[in-house]
């Protein structure tokens, strides 16, 4: 079993429309994050999720927002789709709070990836 | 996240040692040293963590400095599949945090 996995791996749609990224860890974690790596390959945190709630939000637009249904799924809602909005996004999760020493906490896995292309 | 400079890329031979190296001068004292890479198309991968002792995993060893601002993932015996972008973090004391991904080093493997 794939410990994150994300659908659908390629996304392509027209500006203008609303999408959404599903996400869900079999790992028993309780934090989970987005990151969205853009043309230039630098991968850059979105959200992070704990518990139900959103504890950080990088200065991401409000046309996304994460929802979690529980605590193995964290899905990324996008609103409106702009050419901007092209990249690659990632889910990952991590064992915060619930497991290892301070050092094993920050150990984060990641899913595989879901390539977007706004047209 | 503390700042960490790592070279944009290095280049290697198939089956030898790859040392690679990061500067963390302003590491703090309760700052963990993470190593994670990325394989082309796929999402990063955690490789190796340590403090203040150098550890060994399946994966590679991580050799830290005694003053701890540098440190140094080792893969002993690099195999094409090794070629990927590495990064060097310094995760935040918050473990709800996410990671802060520099460029990190681009590992060349030559047959």
């Known amino acids: 079993d794939t410990a994150v996995s994300q659908t659908p791996k390629y996304l392509v749609t027209q500006m203008g429309n609303d999408k959404s990224i599903k996400c869900e860890q079999n790992l028993g974690h309780d934090t989970m994050y987005w990151y969205k790596q853009d043309s230039k390959k630098f991968l850059k945190i979105m959200f992070s999720?704990?518990?139900?709630?959103?504890?950080i939000n990088e200065t991401v637009p409000n046309r996304f927002s994460p929802k979690s249904p529980d605590k193995a799924h964290l899905n990324l809602h996008i609103n409106s789709l702009e050419l901007g909005d092209s990249a690659v996004y990632f889910c990952a999760s991590s064992p915060y709070a619930t497991s290892g020493g301070a050092g094993t906490k920050n150990i984060q896995y990641f899913g595989a990836g879901t390539r977007l292309s706004v047209l | 996240d503390a700042k960490t400079t790592q070279p944009n890329s290095m280049e290697s031979n198939e089956e030898e040692p790859v040392h690679l190296p990061c500067n963390h001068s302003?590491?703090?004292?309760?700052?963990?040293i993470h190593w994670y890479r990325q394989l082309p198309s796929q999402g990063p991968e955690y490789v190796i963590h340590g403090l203040t002792s150098n550890v060994n995993n399946r994966m590679a060893s991580l050799a830290i400095a005694e003053d701890r601002k540098s440190s140094t993932l080792i893969l002993h015996r690099a195999t094409l599949r090794d070629a990927a972008v590495y990064y060097c973090?310094?995760?935040?004391?918050?473990?709800?945090?996410?990671?802060?991904f520099g460029k990190g080093t681009h590992l060349i493997i030559q047959p």
């Open positions: 973090i310094l995760p935040p004391g918050g473990g709800a945090d996410g990671l802060t």
């Open positions: 999720y704990n518990n139900k709630e959103l504890i």
């Open positions: 302003t590491i703090s004292g309760t700052d963990y």
